[in-house]
């Protein structure tokens, strides 16, 4: 009886990705140092695990917790926002878009991926991004970098799909409220009034704003305040008292409370750190 031959069957793909994998890694804090100032020329993303990060785009700044992400995009300069806490724990993950490369079939799929996502599954999230690591400690350059990283990309689009279904006319109130607060911030603001501009219940508007940005209605309006404030320092040209009134502050004691709060210093010595360590610099 003649034994049949195995015969070794070959399936060719030729798969062509709009995405290019650059490097990927875990960091954990120690509680020192901050998130360095830097432009890329690729993207960034951001997974957050476990605590809270801090940090600016082009002066925008984004507030990361647990089970959340963000997209930091290439050109454009970002910088941490104080020190980094002891509990800190996020991946992060380098990538390139050859969207010129993309063909029309390819284009009709594009993910729609907002720039900051509340994440619908942490725990799936957190296991792909340590298959991502495991496949990156490999010899070999692989396709599986480009694979998960795009499953990655899918749960972002998902969870920014399903939070937009959720609620839209409370997504649709909170990013106006959003616009007025980075423009009138200069002006008396309140979350009362804001409703009131809104049309809208003051106690709705807080909590759909609370549940988008994970900040509540005042916070948001302080930051912006203070952001101001950081850039109107930075010059001799005015006193305390008027970078205060100029950000929204009328009594120049809570302004430096509000400052400090957010940024851990007093204005004065935010402006004599910001001095140090940039004059001369180039």
């Known amino acids: 009886m003649q034994k049949a031959e195995n015969e070794m069957i070959m399936l060719e793909l030729s798969i062509a990705f709009p995405i290019r994998v650059q490097n990927g890694g875990l960091f954990i804090s ?29 002066g ?36 390139e878009w050859l969207a010129e490369q993309a063909s029309a079939a390819q284009r009709q799929t594009l993910l729609n991926i907002a720039q900051y996502t509340v994440v619908n599954d942490p725990q799936y999230m957190t296991s792909l991004f340590r298959q991502f690591l495991h496949e990156q400690e490999s010899i070999h350059r692989s396709i599986a970098l480009e694979c998960i990283l795009l499953l990655i990309l899918q749960q972002l689009s998902m969870a920014g799909a399903q939070e937009k279904a959720n609620d839209s006319p409370g997504v649709a109130l909170a990013w106006k409220a959003r616009q007025i607060i980075s423009t009138q911030f200069h002006l008396p603001l309140s979350a009362s009034l804001l409703a009131k501009e809104l049309h809208c219940n003051a106690d709705y508007l807080g909590r759909v704003y609370r549940r988008i940005f994970r900040l509540t209605l005042t916070e948001a309006i302080h930051r912006q ?18 970078v205060a009134m100029q950000c929204g502050f009328n009594d120049v004691g809570y302004f430096r409370q509000i400052f400090r709060k957010h940024t851990g210093l007093t204005p004065a010595m935010w402006k004599k750190r910001y001095c140090k360590e940039h004059i001369n610099s180039g």
């Open 30 to 58: 120690r509680g020192v140092g901050r998130h360095p100032i830097r432009t890329l020329t690729s993207w960034e993303l951001i997974f957050v695990e476990r605590g809270e990060l801090h940090i600016r785009e082009e």
């Open 60 to 95: 925008k700044l984004f507030t990361v917790q647990a089970g959340e992400s963000l997209l930091l995009r290439p050109g454009h300069r970002h910088e941490g926002e104080g020190e980094f806490p002891p509990d800190l724990k996020f991946y992060w993950l380098h990538f």
């Open 225 to 242: 305040r203070v952001v101001a404030a950081e850039k109107r320092l930075i010059g001799d040209s005015l006193s305390l008292k008027e």
